[in-house]
């Protein structure tokens, strides 16, 4: 059984560009979950997908974006990166929509300069 | 909205010690309670859990129990180890009709452990 891996672990960008983070989900689990973790901060919850919907989504902009790959693999996308953006980015797994039980990956860093 | 309190670390504790770490709540309806840990490096583990009013969640020797009346859901060990040191977090989710489950996490508190 393979757990969630993410990619990369760490990246730099500067303002304004644009980022996509990824995530595989560990075998069996159809359901993936953003979360961004600031320094010194408890992880957000970004957005849920679930056979490759989005479903549910919590307080961020729009320039925040995801998708879901009929494997049920993840990416994250973000546009127009501000410098408050900087933060651990954290992808979790489940089974189903209503799994509470997740399983997090190791994280992406992500540095805006 | 919901919304969830820890004590503020870090928390540093002798070998052997009892742990307490606060967490308490806010949520509409009724919530089900967690504890996450994680060790430097490396993501989230769920370390526990409790689904409704007086359940006990336990697992290597920790141990929390949902108290409704004091909306909270504070951790404990008898004996912490070295091996114990880790960020720990408090979490509630909250399953609303026609919207994804998902996690609301106070802000954490660093466990230290030494010898």
């Known amino acids: 059984e393979t757990g969630v891996t993410q990619s990369p672990t760490h990246l730099i960008k500067t303002r304004g560009q644009q980022v996509t983070l990824r995530c595989s989900s560990q075998?069996?689990?159809?359901?993936v979950s953003w979360y961004q973790q600031a320094l010194g901060q408890g992880p957000q919850f970004i957005f849920q997908?679930?056979?490759?919907?989005?479903?549910g989504r919590g307080n961020f902009p729009p320039r925040f974006s995801g998708l879901q790959f009929p494997n049920y693999s993840s990416e994250l996308n973000v546009n127009a990166l501000e410098l408050d953006d900087s933060a651990l980015y954290l992808c979790?797994?489940?089974?189903?929509?209503?799994?509470?039980?997740?399983?997090f990956g190791s994280g992406t860093q992500l540095s805006v300069l | 909205g919901n919304s969830v309190t820890q004590m503020e670390g870090p928390v540093t504790l002798s070998e052997e010690a009892f742990l307490t770490i606060n967490c308490t709540y806010t949520?509409?309806?009724?919530?089900?309670l967690f504890w996450y840990v994680q060790y430097p490096g490396e993501g989230l583990q769920l370390l526990l859990k409790a689904t409704k009013a007086d359940d006990k969640g336990s697992n290597k020797g920790f141990e929390a129990t949902y108290r409704k009346e004091t909306t909270s859901f504070h951790l404990e060990k008898g004996s912490v180890q070295v091996s114990d040191s880790a960020v720990y977090f408090c979490?509630?989710?909250?399953?609303?009709?026609?919207?994804?489950?998902?996690?609301?996490f106070g802000t954490g508190t660093r466990l230290q452990v030494t010898l």
């Open positions: 979490a509630l989710s909250s399953l609303n009709t026609g919207t994804a489950s998902k996690l609301t």
């Open positions: 075998s069996g689990h159809n359901t």
């Open positions: 979790a797994s489940s089974e189903g929509v209503g799994g509470e039980k997740l399983f």
């Open positions: 949520a509409t309806g009724y919530p089900s």
């Open positions: 997908y679930y056979r490759e919907e989005e479903n």
